[in-house]
């Protein structure tokens, strides 16, 4: 039962991730498409389509860090726990 909360918390919280960065992306390339009057060059078009994949990669890595120290930090008490208590 717990596994199952645990999996639909990361997914859940992958999918606000994944919204988030959307809404974010996409304001970055409507302000692109203002700056430009709407007519981009290819190498504008190509920068800001390789600075929003960096931008994703790096939101990502720490979300996914934090995500992964939390739950080793949860295990640890978890662990810890069990030694205090023999009954269990």
């Known amino acids: 039962m ?11 919280s992958g ?3 994944l919204l988030i960065q959307t ?8 302000a692109v498409l203002a700056i430009t009057g709407g007519k981009p060059s290819l190498e504008v078009i190509v920068l800001t389509s390789l600075g929003s994949v960096a931008f994703v990669a790096v939101n990502e890595e720490r979300r996914l860090t934090k995500e992964y120290e939390r739950l080793v ?16």
């Open 23 to 30: 809404a974010q992306v996409a304001i970055g390339f409507g």
């Open 2 to 12: 717990r596994d199952q909360e645990n999996i639909e918390k990361v997914a859940e």
């Open 73 to 88: 930090e949860k295990r640890r008490l978890e662990l810890e726990g069990d030694r205090n208590n023999p009954i269990n």
């Open 15 to 17: 999918l606000h991730s």
